[in-house]
């Protein structure tokens, strides 16, 4: 098999199963990949090629033995470095965890490790998930490969530059307010946010609790519906985890059919603010939806402009209380260590010292938003904006089975350029963040290059909780109808670094 | 000093914050989270002119429910297995910083 980094998971799946190929030849040319590009593409924060050989290896030798079925064994894969994996470096893109060696693993790493999927390494990531450019980790930026000036999203920019630069074919990402879809959207890849409580959080260092669900990034649908059947399920370790059978993604994918679907255009995710390439790629999915037989139906959902505020208090407001455990007594790094000091001088000290400015600024905001005087003005009042976005949500999907918006308002910016105004940054995340606030899932698919910049171009799709398989039907249907008119994945246009 | 802005706002509450949150904050980062926590608190406002009193807040998107298992012995994990990542650990202990007031 030729060029085996451009092969899709379920592709490279197939040959490794027929014995075409190894997991291990696999496994070598995404290693050789990584060292070629990631100098300059810096998905990465660490790799240990020796690590993932040696297992690629033994996931050959069960195949050998017959001793794994598993629709993606022998595949490599990308982690996002807030996923605790055992013994390997977990540094959440923060100096305060700086050499931080978890003594467990995630719950998904196990089930990827079960699956036979092979580690390639941990990904980089905007410090404890807080950004949307990736540039807010403690490690520098991570570059988007369509043009390496630019951010490749955030947070999960090195999950999404990892499979965008195919030095991995499939990656995982967590998503608390876009950072799977956005980075998806701006790198020309596939993301999924699933349902909150479809897969695991045990053992994903928490950003804001309520919020937080981690998911499948991959080039196309089928890849990230593959992944997702192999991450998703009820475990005992997450008490907020859905204990329900998992539906069949990859069938869902496999039934690419919006014929007499209702397809609804949110009126709020559209004007103001959004780039017109981005505009121009959104309509023009729109009538190719039509063409394949749904029906757009505009429906409103009014809150939805309260959604960033909202938001804006209660993340930082649990992400204060979860960040509270980083302390400096227990593991990650202590500063100002001595006889003649209080714990109370080296917490601060080591906080201070270990977080990066968008850290300690949202920190900040929460103390202040959960604070004696200040809570039920600020944080009751959003909670209470949630229940009216979550009504919102009923009420539309009372109307239409999915709803679709651009996944971002522009294409990737360049590295630098939002960095000192936190308002605008946070304004990235305006289509993506209502989902996380209701619950519920959806995907981010590339539908084209914004014609002003040449950058890709994401379509979000999303649907009720607990369906999840909608997003792959939808999804796969939009996909198959762009890659006859490309002739290809959007993903192919990309520079070859 | 700065003026106190309508959410209260100022370099005094700011360095309360950053003592209640555990982070040593230099001058100059007081004088930045001053200004920006204005602006972001003044950007999200509107949000206290939208919902009425009597919508319920939500604190969770799915409904939560106290999970029990059986009350089985599993085992836990090791000292060998947290040692290493522990900034100080002596007689297998986390050795931590005097936490009494009074100076040794």
């Known amino acids: 098999m030729n060029d085996l980094i451009r092969q899709s998971a379920a592709t490279l799946a197939g040959a490794i199963a027929r014995k075409e190929v190894s997991s291990e030849e696999v496994t070598r040319a995404h290693l050789e990949r990584i060292s070629q590009v990631d100098e300059r593409v810096h998905a990465f924060l660490f790799v240990d090629p020796e690590a993932s050989i040696a297992r690629a290896r033994e996931v050959d030798q069960q195949l050998a033995k017959g001793a794994l079925s598993s629709p993606l064994a022998g595949v490599p894969i990308a982690l996002k470095d807030l996923l605790a994996t055992k013994g390997v470096p977990t540094t959440c893109g923060s100096r305060i965890l700086e050499g931080w060696k978890p003594p467990y693993n995630a719950t998904i790493v196990n089930k990827l490790h079960a699956a036979g999927v092979v580690s390639l390494g941990k990904t980089n990531m905007d410090e404890f998930a807080m950004g949307s450019s990736t540039e807010h980790s403690g490690y520098g930026p991570t570059h988007n490969p369509w043009d390496l000036e630019r951010i490749p999203g955030g947070s999960g920019g090195g999950s999404a530059a990892a499979i965008a630069s195919f030095e991995s074919p499939l990656a995982i990402g967590t998503d608390t307010g876009g950072s799977i879809r956005q980075p998806a959207a701006v790198t020309g890849t596939v993301g999924v946010k699933p349902t909150y409580g479809g897969v695991s959080r045990y053992g994903i260092v928490a950003l804001a609790s309520s919020l937080d669900q981690a998911g499948p990034c991959a080039r196309d649908v089928m890849d990230t519906a593959l992944l997702h059947s192999v991450i998703a399920g009820h475990d005992p370790h997450d008490s907020t985890s859905i204990n329900a059978p998992v539906p069949d993604f990859v069938a869902a994918a496999l039934n690419a059919d919006v014929r007499g679907m209702k397809i609804g255009v949110i009126k709020e995710l559209q004007g103001e603010g959004f780039q017109s390439g981005v505009l121009q790629r959104f309509n023009q999915s729109l009538e190719i939806l039509t063409e394949l037989g749904a029906e757009i139906v505009e429906v409103s959902c009014p809150h939805f402009e309260y959604a960033l505020g909202a938001y804006y208090l209660i993340l930082p407001s649990e992400a204060s209380s979860n960040l509270a455990r980083f302390d400096g007594m227990r593991f990650g790094i202590r500063v100002d260590d001595g006889d003649d000091r209080s714990v109370e001088e080296v917490m601060s000290a080591t906080r201070e010292k270990g977080f990066g400015a968008e850290v300690k600024r949202r920190i900040m905001l929460g103390t202040y938003a959960l604070s004696s005087g200040y809570y039920d003005a600020y944080y009751g009042q959003a909670q209470r904006i949630r229940t009216l976005i979550t009504r919102d949500f009923v009420a539309a999907f009372s109307q239409v089975d999915v709803l679709v918006s651009p996944t971002s308002p522009t294409t990737a910016f360049k590295i630098g350029e939002k960095l000192d105004d936190p308002l605008a940054m946070y304004l990235n995340d305006i289509a993506t963040i209502p989902v996380n606030l209701a619950g519920n899932c959806a995907m981010s698919l590339p539908i084209g290059l914004a014609p002003e910049d040449g950058l890709p171009v994401g379509l979000q799709i999303i649907a009720p909780a607990m369906a999840d398989s909608l997003l792959y039907q939808v999804g796969s249907a939009l996909e198959s109808a762009l890659i006859d008119r490309w002739g290809g994945l959007l993903i192919s246009e990309a520079p070859s670094l | ?104």
Do not use: C
């Open chain 2, 1 to 104: 000093m700065t003026d106190s802005a309508a959410n209260g706002i100022d370099q005094d509450l700011v360095v309360h914050l950053g003592k209640l949150a555990r982070l040593e904050l230099t001058d100059l980062e007081v004088e930045h989270y001053t200004i920006q926590l204005e602006q972001i608190l003044g950007a999200i406002t509107s949000i206290s002119e939208v919902a009425a009193a009597d919508i319920p807040p939500t604190s969770h998107p799915i409904p939560l429910e106290n999970v029990y298992r059986e009350d089985i012995a599993v085992p836990g994990l090791l000292h060998e297995d947290f040692v290493p990542g522990a900034p100080s650990f002596e007689d297998d202990r986390f050795r931590v910083p005097r936490i009494l007031g009074e100076s040794t």
